[in-house]
């Protein structure tokens, strides 16, 4: 009597991948297994673990699985790696480190789920002994983002994880004080997680070169991907399509809307004749200021516009204001109020090198238009940077008359109140 030999951790993930890139539901990231490498850790509580670029996977916790609990974990990591989150979300695990591993589980696990739910292919991970589902797992987040998800459970109460009460790390060992990488955990939050997520390792484990590379790579295997998947009869969904689509120069825009705004504002009066001509006998219109070039930047501080983005959006900035020489500029920087207000006259180059950002409360845009109308300001346009994440009312920004661009970073979904939007990515 023959009996089956089970493969070794090693081989069963290479079965499990091609058996993903032949499932038309899957075939889109059939490039996206290739990139980064994959480690085999020897250890009884390991699970798996993702940089953003290379993949670790528990030889024990890999065999305790069956093929489709294997293609699911899998398809996590691989979509901790499509979505970018390790770099994308960092602000948030700087503010909650639980929390932010468990906003980005919860959006992953509920797509695979819409991916396969008649568990064809993947089956999410299931403990032996009860049954339940090993990870978050929510309905309520379907169609959310992990920024969205992260403010719903920090205003349920936070990370219950952190100050030595970590919950059920990805090893389900409670008395552990280690996370699946072998180091002291940073809080997982008060949900049990499938994995780990090496946040440190994400920021300071790749150079920058390295960094850009692996954007470009992911970009391109994720295209690759799309055509493959067009052939094969599969679908992408929508939340990948939506990083799939056209990027548009943002800082070409920006300037495009600085220069048509703060344009020449010198006109044309015959009211009084242009004296440099008088003496030819030569009757031209005199040229009268119209009025000054008055520009109002607001600055969401709240928590995601910070660090690089808020350093490149300034400098552009900078270099939009050198080529239409405004004679003034206003930056408000607001949260859940006003935090802070920054004129500059004559001399507006290098406001990047001046500013003092302000804030880290709540998120509230309305505050601008109310701190304008007191301080009574008109100027000729007005540039809003914000993550969307917020409400706004449009009854009151209709009091707004200057051309507004809301610069939103990666919100698509963001409907802006008055003027128009431009989506930075």
């Not at 695990?93 to 639980?98: I, M, P, Y």
């Not at 590379?213 to 391109?220: A, K, S, T, V, Y």
């Not at 004749?273 to 031209?284: C, G």
């Not at 200057?402 to 409907?415: F, H, M, Q, S, V």
Request: aromatic share 8%; proline share 3%.
């Amino acid at each position: 009597m023959l009996t089956k030999v089970r493969l070794p951790a090693e081989k069963r993930i290479e079965v499990v991948h091609v058996s993903l890139m032949r499932d038309p539901k899957f075939a889109l990231f059939a490039g996206l297994f290739m990139v980064g490498k994959i480690t085999i850790v020897e250890s009884e509580h390991y699970t798996a673990s993702t940089n953003g670029r290379d993949a670790k996977y528990g030889r024990t916790f890999v065999d305790s699985l069956t093929d489709k609990e294997l293609a699911f974990l899998i398809m996590h990591e691989n979509m901790h790696k499509c979505y970018r989150h390790l770099t994308t979300w960092r602000k948030l695990w700087e503010v909650n480190a639980g929390i932010a591993n468990n906003a980005c589980d919860f959006v992953i696990n509920i797509q695979l789920h819409d991916m396969d739910p008649q568990e064809t292919c993947l089956a999410f991970p299931r403990d032996k002994t009860t049954g339940q589902r090993i990870g978050c797992f929510d309905e309520r987040f379907r169609g959310m983002d992990a920024k969205q998800v992260f403010d719903i459970l920090m205003e349920e109460g936070g990370d219950e994880g952190e100050d030595g009460d970590e919950g059920d790390g990805p090893s389900g060992d409670k008395d552990s004080d280690e996370g699946g990488n072998g180091t002291k955990r940073k809080g997982f939050g008060k949900f049990p997680t499938l994995d780990e997520h090496e946040w440190e390792d994400a920021q300071n484990g790749m150079t920058e070169d390295e960094k850009k590379q692996l954007e470009r790579d992911i970009d391109q295997v994720l295209r690759q991907g799309g055509i493959y998947a067009g052939k094969v009869g599969g679908n992408i969904p929508r939340e990948i399509g939506e990083l799939l689509k056209p990027k548009i120069d943002w800082r070409a825009v920006l300037h495009r809307f600085v220069r048509t705004s703060l344009k020449d504002r010198d006109s044309a009066s015959w009211r009084k004749a242009h004296k440099n001509f008088l003496w030819q006998d030569v009757i031209l219109p005199s040229i009268l200021g119209k009025r000054m070039k008055w520009l109002v930047i607001g600055m969401d501080t709240s928590g995601s516009i910070q660090g690089q983005l808020l350093t490149d959006f300034l400098s552009e900035m900078n270099g939009c204001l050198a080529s239409v020489g405004a004679d003034r500029v206003d930056v408000i920087y607001w949260d859940a109020e006003v935090a802070g207000h920054e004129t500059y006259k004559g001399n507006t180059k290098n406001i990047v090198h001046k500013t003092n950002p302000k804030g880290g409360g709540g998120t509230d845009p309305d505050v601008v238009v109310d701190f304008m109308q007191e301080k009574r300001m008109t100027p000729d346009a007005l540039i809003m940077l914000s993550d969307g994440h917020m409400r706004t009312n449009k009854q009151k920004w209709a009091a707004i008359k200057a051309p507004t661009l809301w610069c939103i970073l990666g919100n698509d979904k963001y409907e802006v109140p008055n003027g128009q939007k431009l989506v930075i990515r």
